[in-house]
């Protein structure tokens, strides 16, 4: 089974990065900092991929990426680079480190997938000791074109990714299982708290002019959560101010109408 390991300073981000891979087959490991990254390395010579946010305290994702490159044992690992913000400059920064790829979050499960696998199948896949070093790095693989349709929670997700504020956005199926998600994994307990006040929303809008409520607010962890119910499916939107509620609501209402 591939094994990746994560490299972020966000528990969030690793654990979304966690339950978005290990349906593939894939097992993540997690390091919180780029020198507990080398040190899992060394501990575990079968790691098939880092993924490595380019921003974090100490050591970043650049750094790693060549400390990765000039050792003999690991020259021929693949670095899967992650930034909030990507430009041109950070593509060129990407490729003279030898990174793999350059990924912006937040991320879609749909669209980190083929990124992780291009990543793990191009040129500085082969690894072991005494592997020569690739001749040139590989430029960074931006993710592909989608050869089908994105569902319609995922793309729902996508435009909402976009908007102002987001922290995270996810579709709940009715069961409380996560269908989709972008952005920071929330906690397991969220499924739970969105099906009960949708539910009491639903029960609410039955006695208040006999319509269900669609969207809800509400203060979440000393930030804006929003729910919203379209058929079988419950839409979190995680804000980091209520500010932004009125364009996510907008764009909620929306897709609940149709």
Do not use: W
């Not at 729910?227 to 907008?250: F, H, M, N, P």
């Amino acid at each position: 089974m591939p094994e990746v390991l994560v490299v972020d300073d966000s528990v969030s981000v690793r654990k979304a990065l966690e339950f978005s891979l290990a349906p593939h087959g894939l097992t993540v490991l997690g390091a919180p900092s780029a020198e507990e990254a080398l040190q899992t390395l060394s501990a575990h010579p079968g790691i098939d991929l880092v993924i490595a946010d380019i921003v974090m305290p100490g050591m970043g994702g650049f750094e790693l990426c060549r400390e990765v490159r000039s050792h003999p044992d690991l020259a021929g690992l693949p670095v899967l680079l992650m930034s909030g913000v990507v430009n041109d400059g950070m593509y060129r920064q990407a490729q003279e480190a030898g990174a793999a790829g350059l990924l912006k979050k937040p991320f879609t499960s749909g669209g980190l997938l083929p990124v992780v696998q291009r990543a793990m199948r191009g040129p500085q896949v082969t690894k072991g000791p005494g592997s020569p070093a690739p001749t040139s790095p590989a430029a960074p693989a931006e993710p592909p074109r989608p050869s089908a349709p994105p569902s319609r929670h995922a793309a729902l997700l996508g435009q909402l990714a976009e908007a102002p504020g987001m922290v995270s956005a996810a579709a709940y199926g009715r069961d409380g299982r996560v269908l989709t998600h972008v952005g920071e994994a929330l906690p397991d307990e969220v499924g739970s708290y969105v099906r009960f006040f949708l539910g009491a929303a639903e029960g609410l809008g039955a006695h208040v002019r006999g319509q269900g409520l669609n969207v809800l607010q509400i203060e979440f962890a000393q930030r804006t959560l929003l729910l919203a119910r379209d058929g079988d499916a419950l839409y979190t939107c995680l804000l980091r101010e209520a500010s932004s509620a009125g364009i996510v609501k907008y764009l909620l209402r929306q897709v609940v109408a149709n």
